[in-house]
């Protein structure tokens, strides 16, 4: 949903016959990388392509010579299906065993590679979350890419480009994938998942273009627990400068504690900063409309210099913890330098 020019791009592809050994999907969780890469599996592989879309199929590396392959997957074949169940041998996926790609999954993927397909027309490597590889997977990975296998294409899926080693990226042809509109995830909300129309406006903004995230708020209890973890952060940043050191420390010791929802608090953070911003200029804009009238009590009190400031310094904390560092003193410092703004 959204995402027509990715989708635009990898037909083209398709289309032409010009598939490149590694893809890089790059953009937040929840808006179909993963979903576009197995879609994309399966139209490499399609033993009945959709008859609509066919092209000649050209001699090179990844298509076999004459033969019709089609932009759209049937859906129906062996091929298709066994993609869709996860059963095929030639379509492996990689992904974070805990918070890691590890360097024993790379080597295991390696030896695989070593020989050729049992049985796909091209054999697809989707590597989930690449940013969670750690150096030494991240230096074997960059070794297929330098010499890659034979009728094998990778498909890396990451949120940033600059959270994999510039060398990866540089070996990957790079599709930006978009956040999803909030109008149209308040739509899905409500007529696919019959969530009340007040309550699907404060899920999609909360959900920041995510789907997944939004569906994984709906009912009544998980939307209570992401509203009252956003109302009590906005809360305690509003009062940061008028707490003590000990306090300041608990809160960033809160945080930590909530390590399934930490990514999610910092967006929660970055968001009301910039409310407090767009709601100088543009009201109209802001993202946390349910709480308008704090926003515009607050943005009459701070500058935009300050409120810009403290944005950058939520924006750095993100990007240490994505680079992995200590994540308790990550946070720590961050509470402190808001404070001090």
């Known amino acids: 949903m959204g995402q027509q020019k990715p989708i635009k791009l990898l037909t083209t592809l398709l289309r032409n016959g010009t598939i490149p050994h590694a893809l890089l999907l790059s953009g937040i969780d929840g808006i179909g990388k993963r979903l576009t890469a197995m879609a994309f599996a399966m139209a490499c592989n399609c033993l009945d392509p959709d008859p609509e879309h066919l092209f000649?199929?050209?001699?090179?590396?990844?298509?076999?010579?004459?033969?019709?392959?089609?932009?759209?997957?049937?859906?129906n074949c062996k091929s298709c299906r066994k993609i869709q169940s996860g059963n095929h041998p030639d379509i492996i996926i990689v992904e974070p065993s805990g918070p890691y790609i590890k360097i024993g999954q790379i080597r295991a993927l390696c030896h695989t590679l070593a020989m050729k397909p049992l049985e796909a027309r091209l054999r697809v490597v989707i590597i989930s979350d690449s940013q969670a590889m750690n150096l030494a997977a991240g230096n074997a990975l960059l070794?297929?890419?330098?010499?890659?296998?034979?009728?094998?294409?990778?498909?890396?899926?990451?949120?940033?480009?600059?959270?994999?080693?510039?060398?990866?990226?540089?070996?990957?042809?790079?599709?930006?994938?978009?956040?999803i509109s909030r109008e149209s995830i308040v739509t899905i909300l409500i007529e696919k998942e019959g969530?009340?129309?007040?309550?699907?406006?404060?899920?999609?903004?909360?959900?920041?273009?995510?789907?997944?995230?939004?569906?994984?708020?709906?009912?009544?209890?998980?939307?209570?627990?992401?509203?009252?973890?956003?109302?009590?952060?906005?809360n305690e940043i509003d009062s940061l400068s008028l707490k003590p050191v000990g306090s300041l420390l608990a809160f960033a010791a809160r945080l930590s504690k909530n390590k399934e929802m930490l990514s999610e608090s910092l967006e929660m953070i970055e968001s009301y900063l910039r409310d407090l911003v767009v709601c100088k200029y543009c009201p109209e804009k802001i993202i946390n409309r349910d709480l308008q009238n704090k926003i515009q009590n607050r943005s009459q009190k701070m500058t935009t210099a300050s409120l810009l400031s403290k944005i950058s310094i939520v924006q750095s904390a993100q990007k240490d913890m994505r680079a992995n560092v200590n994540l308790r003193l990550t946070l720590e410092v961050l509470v402190m330098r808001l404070a001090n703004v």
């Open 56 to 75: 000649e199929g050209k001699d090179s590396l990844h298509t076999a010579p004459n033969r019709h392959a089609g932009t759209n997957p049937c859906g």
């Open 143 to 179: 070794k297929v890419l330098e010499e890659p296998p034979d009728r094998t294409i990778l498909i890396l899926t990451a949120r940033h480009p600059s959270d994999l080693f510039p060398t990866i990226v540089s070996r990957c042809q790079l599709i930006r994938f978009n956040p």
């Open 195 to 234: 969530v009340l129309p007040d309550d699907a406006e404060i899920i999609a903004t909360m959900a920041n273009g995510s789907l997944s995230k939004a569906l994984s708020m709906i009912g009544p209890p998980k939307k209570t627990n992401w509203i009252h973890q956003r109302n009590w952060i906005i």
